[in-house]
């Protein structure tokens, strides 16, 4: 298995979150990415690469996912935000406006002049600092997606996208959640693209992939599942629950399967046979795992309790879906941790292919 890693990912470092009304140093941090590349390196499952993709065929990877208006902000923000004041360098941009969806509320179809209006039209939470740096580990992130798609396309089992900041909460035209392109969806894009028939989406991450199922929510070749806190209690709150189908010819193509926070193991492992069930009836040909290991009972931002050696199980799990794979990198905070969970579950994985 070759993991992908983004050389840029440390240029998004954000200082401060808004988290449970105050103002918090950022759970999501540089190191979490280094302890999964240095147990990489202590237990090798396969080639550590830089990714090598054409800019173009990136730009076009990107465009078949986010709105060209919402990546053009993104790529523009940081400089936008220094220009309205010099002092901004030191500080990253937070959104504090925002229009709520409701219809007949506010307008979205208009673009404001403004840039703070803007920082709000294109996101939903007040806890995913913009940087100087965001754009660059966004993109970088985005192509190590796209080549771990690109790998599996040519032929490899699967392939492992280590990146950050992570991407499922991110969607078409927005971003929050800590993520800004939405890698998962990016690589499941490039694997429809790339013949694959029918990909199917599995994310284990403690927090339901909003973003993901928002893109593909009116697609049938396309099948997500998501298991996660449930959302009437946990992060993101506004989308997650077991009624959310999909919608027009997508309806049927969408499965969230929400479970309580203090969660076990063998419940969390039940849903997961259950979402493997899913992928196996929708007949898909290709899979993507948004790999969250914030399901872990030492994670600081989350509620389920598995532990580090039942992430070996999960990816034995996995592994039994007898589709080519790939992984990208999503959330899981308890830092010190993460690298042995995310190593053990693709070992698992690796293992009982």
Known sequence: ??????????????????????????????????????????????????????????????????????????????????????????????????????????????????????????????????????????????????????????????????????????GADFFGGYCFLNNAAIAAQALRDGGKQRVAVLDVDYHHGNGTQAIFYERADMLTVSIHGDPATEYPFFLGHADERGAGVGEGFNLNLPLPRGTNFATWNAALRQALDAVAAFKADALVVPMGLDTFEGDPISGFTLQSADYFAVGEALASASLPTVFTFEGGYAVDAVGSNAVNLLEGFARAV
């Open 1 to 170: 298995m070759k993991t992908f890693h983004n050389p840029h990912h440390a240029l998004h470092q954000g200082r401060e979150e808004m988290f449970r009304g105050r103002m918090v140093p950022c759970h999501e941090v540089p190191a979490r990415l280094d302890f999964v590349l240095a147990e990489l390196q202590r237990r090798p499952l396969g080639a550590l690469q830089i990714p090598e993709v054409d800019d173009a065929a990136l730009d076009t990877a990107i465009a078949r996912v986010h709105t060209p208006r919402y990546t053009q902000f993104l790529a523009g923000a940081w400089d936008e935000w220094v220009a309205m004041d010099p002092s901004n360098a030191q500080r990253d941009a937070l959104p504090s406006v925002w229009p709520l969806g409701n219809r007949n509320a506010f307008r979205t179809d208009v673009l404001p002049h403004n840039f703070a209006a803007r920082l709000g039209l294109f996101s939903f939470d007040s806890g995913s600092p913009l940087t100087a740096g965001t754009w660059a580990a966004a993109r970088g992130g985005a192509a190590c997606a796209l080549a771990a798609a690109l790998d599996v396309l040519g032929g490899a089992r699967s392939a492992f996208a280590l990146t950050r900041p992570p991407g499922h909460h991110a």
